[in-house]
């Protein structure tokens, strides 16, 4: 049924659904309304038996739902941002351990400068982690993700994190069908966990491993990575088989049959893009999109077949690499490996800079008359950033770089695109 | 108010004025001389000679396995208990053993203990462990947390007072003067700073905690009872355990006893527990010595010693015991009628 709720409240019902065992909150924005609402469901004893623990930082968090899955117990959080980072040690623990915790992240940037606002560097800086990480396009597959994740995570005995960006779906309201529990209890039998701590039958979990054996165990990550590659598009066709609509997936295409140029990107922004290609196409530009759902494992084969036929792909990326550039470039340059095909990175939106479609329109029509770069910051104000290097150079003493450029603004949060 | 009159009587043994056994009811020996104990931490691990910090986990996990019947599972910090116990598949754990992180064990076992709730499993205990950089470093933040939420879990602190797993250098519970890898024994204040440090017991009781306790490997009576009591409470609950590391202390391997005993008898650890924020017993001094006794068998803190030595650093470090046996009334007005009888060892 759909109703008309905010993208947490959407997750966070669909999360209680997938019947969760222990839950840990730490609040970051915009994460919090998530585990506010897991929160009080469970104090209001509807998700028994679940424990709702209020926990001192995000590196407990993650700690005790590692605690918790190596029990036994379904385990949830949610974090965001500095938050992410905060726990990134047990982040990567719980990979390596090979403990089936679900976990969203709510896309946002990291400081300094400090920023609450939506982008990708915190998906980007756990890319590494071992944890499959799947983006939302809409807040229904946001929700709708959970459950696949539910199921993913504990099939595989992996951690998987749902990306969905922050603000733009978590605090969106819109229509979302949340998925129904007998449904879910049918798409997601209980946890039967493939290691799990007994006093009845003791094992040693968490072992110091040498040389000898350390490359078998990260390649045995590796492989069951890729074995998530051979297991999400089953779980999105039984998926949409259980719940009548479909979500997930490794990559989603829109308009590629005949298009010479290709737009691919993570989230929410998708939408944005395909309304400015719908734009382009009505002028007679071949233009498509592919979203990339599945980011980690990487969807080689996928993007490489469905970019096959492109002149010049875009790349639109919440995130970039300093010193280096876009991140999701870089994947999908290795798995194009064509050098027939023209690549353009666009990093866009850093910080909750709102991505117009009249600026991806703009970007499109560079691209199709051959004058996109390799490397474009949307939207950038060069007049400010030459007036800040200006600084630098004249003077030593020319103080902090983010206060400087808000003070050449003059206004604060005058502008978000 | 003393409530540690569990041992009624004591045998003490003549020279090390351990506690004897042999005396003693079956039912009043130590969980240790039971022949058929667990071996929590079995034989064959890797720690080095004389390690008291081996010694303090078989004897707490052993106490605690009797306690529970055997229904427990003890999340580890990263530490050299963790690295010399479990270079697998030699893991010398006989028991349901998980280790995560340095800084997030009492996290995890706060994990765990959810898990046995929602599990119905009310039978299964937790036990967290870590060093004393575990404890009072790394692991405070996460520890601070599982104590203010009085989650179902006893953290025992195996305080050998360095990150000696890494090469003894300072943490937190370094005591004054003494000589480190990153507190040389150079420079006219040799050794760690004084005035600096974390008293972790009382932190802990600060908490509001249901029982905290001190102990040494050097009294196995006392620290058995300790577990025993903490495993018949639930809540959060803090067990501290000195023990000498000879690696990085520089005492002998065969004076680890010894070197913990001293450390009581000294009044430089003093040996008490608490229930809900108020001390309610301590273990009484029972042959005084000065602190010189107990530093001079220890190369780290050779430096007061060497040439004319430094009779000044070890004055401040006596008014340092002396504040302790005040504090704690460590001095017993009575201790001659608690040693009935002397044993001839």
Same mark, same amino acid.
Request: hydrophobic letters at 45%.
């Given at each position: 049924?759909?109703?008309?709720?905010?993208?947490?409240?959407?997750?966070?019902?669909?999360?209680?659904?997938?019947?969760?065992?222990?839950?840990?909150?730490?609040?970051?924005?915009?994460?919090?309304?998530?585990?506010?609402?897991?929160?009080?469901?469970?104090?209001?004893?509807?998700?028994?038996?679940?424990?709702?623990?209020?926990?001192?930082?995000?590196?407990?968090?993650?700690?005790?739902?590692?605690?918790?899955? *190596?029990?036994?117990?379904?385990?949830?959080?949610?974090?965001?941002?500095?938050?992410?980072?905060?726990?990134?040690?047990?982040?990567?623990?719980?990979?390596?351990?090979?403990?089936?915790?679900?976990?969203?992240?709510?896309?946002?940037?990291?400081?300094?400068?400090?920023?609450?606002?939506?982008?990708?560097?915190?998906?980007?800086? *756990?890319?590494?982690?071992?944890?499959?990480?799947?983006f939302?396009e809409?807040?229904?597959?946001?929700?709708?993700?959970?459950?696949?994740?539910?199921?993913?995570?504990?099939?595989?005995?992996?951690?998987?994190?749902?990306?969905?960006?922050?603000?733009?779906?978590?605090?969106?309201?819109?229509?979302?069908?949340?998925?129904?529990?007998?449904?879910?209890?049918?798409?997601?039998?209980?946890?039967?966990?493939?290691?799990?701590?007994?006093?009845?039958?003791?094992?040693?979990?968490? *072992?110091?491993?040498?040389?000898?054996?350390?490359?078998?165990?990260?390649?045995?990550?590796?492989?069951?990575?890729?074995?998530?590659l051979?297991?999400i598009p089953?779980?999105?066709?039984?998926?949409?088989?259980?719940?009548?609509?479909?979500?997930?997936g490794l990559i989603h295409s829109y308009e590629t049959n005949d298009a010479t140029t290709i737009v691919v990107a993570l989230g929410?922004v998708l939408?944005?893009i395909k309304?400015a290609v719908?734009?382009r196409r009505?002028?007679?530009d071949r233009v498509g999109v592919v979203g990339i759902t599945t980011f980690r494992p990487f969807p080689f084969d996928e993007v490489r077949r469905a970019l096959a036929n492109a002149q010049r792909v875009i790349v639109i990326e919440?995130?970039?690499?300093?010193?280096?550039g876009g991140v999701l470039s870089a994947d999908v340059a290795s798995a194009t490996h064509d050098a027939t095909i023209s690549l353009h990175s666009v990093?866009a939106?850093?910080?909750?800079?709102?991505?117009?479609?009249?600026?991806l329109?703009?970007i499109l029509?560079d691209a199709v008359?051959g004058?996109l770069?390799s490397v474009t910051?949307?939207?950038?104000?060069?007049?400010?950033?030459?007036?800040?290097?200006?600084?630098?150079?004249?003077?030593?003493?020319?103080?902090?770089?983010?206060?400087?450029?808000?003070?050449?603004?003059?206004?604060?949060?005058?502008?978000?695109? | 108010?003393?409530? !540690?009159?569990?041992?009624?009587?004591?045998?003490?043994?003549?020279?090390?004025?351990?506690?004897?056994?042999?005396?003693?009811?079956?039912?009043?020996?130590?969980?240790?001389?039971?022949?058929?104990?667990?071996?929590?931490?079995?034989?064959?691990?890797?720690?080095?000679?004389?390690?008291?910090?081996?010694?303090?986990?078989?004897?707490?996990?052993?106490?605690?396995?009797?306690?529970?019947?055997?229904?427990?599972?003890?999340?580890?910090?990263?530490?050299?208990?963790?690295?010399?116990?479990?270079?697998?598949?030699?893991?010398?754990?006989?028991?349901?053993?998980?280790?995560?992180?340095?800084?997030?064990?009492?996290?995890?076992?706060?994990?765990?203990?959810?898990?046995?709730?929602?599990?119905?499993?009310?039978?299964?205990?937790?036990?967290?462990?870590?060093?004393?950089?575990?404890?009072?470093?790394?692991?405070?933040?996460?520890?601070?947390? !599982?104590?203010?939420?009085?989650?179902?879990?006893?953290?025992?602190?195996?305080?050998?007072?360095?990150?000696?797993?890494?090469?003894?250098?300072?943490?937190?519970?370094?005591?004054?003067?003494?000589?480190?890898?990153?507190?040389?024994?150079?420079?006219?204040?040799?050794?760690?700073?004084?005035?600096?440090?974390?008293?972790?017991?009382?932190?802990?009781?600060?908490?509001?905690?249901?029982?905290?306790?001190?102990?040494?490997?050097?009294?196995?009576?006392?620290?058995?009872?300790?577990?025993?009591?903490?495993?018949?409470?639930?809540?959060?609950?803090?067990?501290?355990?000195?023990?000498?590391?000879?690696?990085?202390?520089?005492?002998?391997?065969?004076?680890?006893?010894?070197?913990?005993?001293?450390?009581?008898?000294?009044?430089?650890?003093?040996?008490?527990?608490?229930?809900?924020?108020?001390?309610?017993?301590?273990?009484?001094?029972?042959?005084?010595?000065?602190?010189?006794?107990?530093?001079?068998?220890?190369?780290?803190?050779?430096?007061?010693?060497?040439?004319?030595?430094?009779?000044?650093?070890?004055?401040?470090?006596?008014?340092?015991?002396?504040?302790?046996?005040?504090?704690?009334?460590?001095?017993?007005?009575?201790?001659?009628?608690?040693?009935?009888?002397?044993?001839?060892?």
């Amino acid at each position: 049924m759909l109703r008309q709720i905010e993208g947490s409240r959407g997750v966070a019902e669909t999360v209680a659904r997938c019947r969760p065992e222990v839950v840990c909150a730490y609040p970051i924005s915009p994460q919090t309304h998530i585990i506010e609402a897991i929160g009080e469901m469970v104090k209001a004893g509807q998700l028994s038996p679940c424990e709702f623990i209020n926990v001192e930082s995000e590196f407990a968090a993650m700690s005790v739902s590692i605690g918790a899955s *190596a029990a036994g117990a379904r385990a949830y959080t949610a974090t965001a941002s500095q938050g992410l980072l905060f726990m990134m040690e047990a982040v990567y623990n719980a990979a390596g351990l090979g403990l089936p915790i679900v976990m969203t992240l709510a896309n946002r940037a990291i400081g300094a400068p400090i920023n609450i606002w939506n982008d990708h560097s915190d998906a980007m800086a *756990a890319r590494d982690a071992g944890w499959i990480q799947l983006f939302a396009e809409t807040n229904q597959e946001a929700a709708d993700l959970h459950v696949l994740a539910f199921r993913l995570a504990e099939e595989l005995s992996l951690p998987v994190m749902v990306c969905m960006d922050g603000f733009i779906l978590t605090h969106a309201v819109e229509g979302i069908d949340v998925p129904d529990q007998r449904d879910v209890d049918a798409f997601l039998p209980s946890y039967e966990p493939r290691q799990v701590l007994d006093p009845a039958h003791p094992i040693s979990i968490g *072992a110091m491993v040498g040389p000898e054996a350390f490359t078998e165990v990260r390649y045995l990550s590796h492989l069951r990575q890729l074995d998530a590659l051979d297991l999400i598009p089953v779980l999105a066709s039984q998926f949409a088989s259980t719940f009548g609509r479909e979500s997930g997936g490794l990559i989603h295409s829109y308009e590629t049959n005949d298009a010479t140029t290709i737009v691919v990107a993570l989230g929410s922004v998708l939408g944005t893009i395909k309304d400015a290609v719908d734009q382009r196409r009505a002028l007679g530009d071949r233009v498509g999109v592919v979203g990339i759902t599945t980011f980690r494992p990487f969807p080689f084969d996928e993007v490489r077949r469905a970019l096959a036929n492109a002149q010049r792909v875009i790349v639109i990326e919440k995130a970039f690499s300093v010193g280096y550039g876009g991140v999701l470039s870089a994947d999908v340059a290795s798995a194009t490996h064509d050098a027939t095909i023209s690549l353009h990175s666009v990093v866009a939106g850093l910080g909750g800079r709102a991505i117009t479609q009249h600026s991806l329109e703009a970007i499109l029509d560079d691209a199709v008359h051959g004058r996109l770069d390799s490397v474009t910051f949307l939207d950038l104000d060069l007049d400010i950033v030459e007036s800040e290097r200006a600084r630098i150079d004249t003077q030593r003493r020319s103080g902090p770089s983010a206060e400087n450029v808000l003070s050449d603004l003059g206004t604060v949060a005058s502008r978000i695109g | 108010m003393i409530i !540690m009159t569990r041992q009624p009587v004591h045998f003490y043994q003549v020279g090390s004025f351990a506690v004897g056994n042999r005396l003693l009811e079956v039912s009043d020996r130590t969980v240790q001389s039971d022949p058929q104990r667990f071996d929590s931490l079995d034989s064959g691990h890797r720690a080095c000679q004389g390690c008291g910090e081996a010694l303090g986990a078989r004897y707490a996990l052993d106490a605690a396995m009797r306690a529970t019947g055997g229904q427990l599972i003890a999340v580890n910090a990263t530490g050299c208990l963790e690295v010399f116990s479990t270079p697998y598949p030699e893991t010398s754990w006989r028991i349901a053993w998980l280790h995560s992180l340095f800084g997030n064990a009492p996290a995890v076992a706060t994990g765990v203990a959810a898990a046995m709730k929602v599990k119905g499993m009310n039978d299964v205990r937790v036990v967290a462990q870590a060093g004393d950089g575990g404890t009072v470093d790394i692991g405070f933040g996460c520890l601070s947390g !599982m104590f203010e939420r009085n989650d179902d879990v006893l953290f025992i602190c195996y305080d050998n007072e360095a990150y000696m797993n890494t090469g003894v250098q300072r943490s937190g519970a370094t005591p004054p003067a003494a000589r480190t890898a990153t507190t040389e024994a150079v420079g006219p204040e040799p050794g760690n700073v004084f005035g600096q440090g974390k008293d972790m017991p009382r932190l802990a009781m600060a908490h509001g905690i249901s029982y905290v306790a001190t102990a040494t490997v050097a009294d196995l009576h006392d620290l058995e009872n300790k577990v025993e009591h903490a495993m018949q409470l639930h809540g959060a609950r803090y067990l501290h355990i000195l023990v000498p590391c000879p690696l990085g202390w520089g005492s002998a391997s065969c004076d680890t006893i010894k070197v913990a005993r001293l450390a009581q008898e000294t009044g430089l650890f003093p040996v008490f527990e608490a229930e809900n924020g108020v001390v309610t017993g301590v273990s009484k001094i029972r042959h005084r010595t000065s602190v010189e006794s107990y530093l001079s068998i220890q190369k780290r803190f050779r430096h007061l010693f060497a040439g004319s030595g430094r009779p000044d650093i070890v004055a401040r470090i006596q008014a340092m015991a002396d504040q302790n046996i005040a504090l704690y009334g460590l001095l017993a007005e009575d201790a001659p009628a608690e040693i009935t009888r002397e044993v001839s060892a």
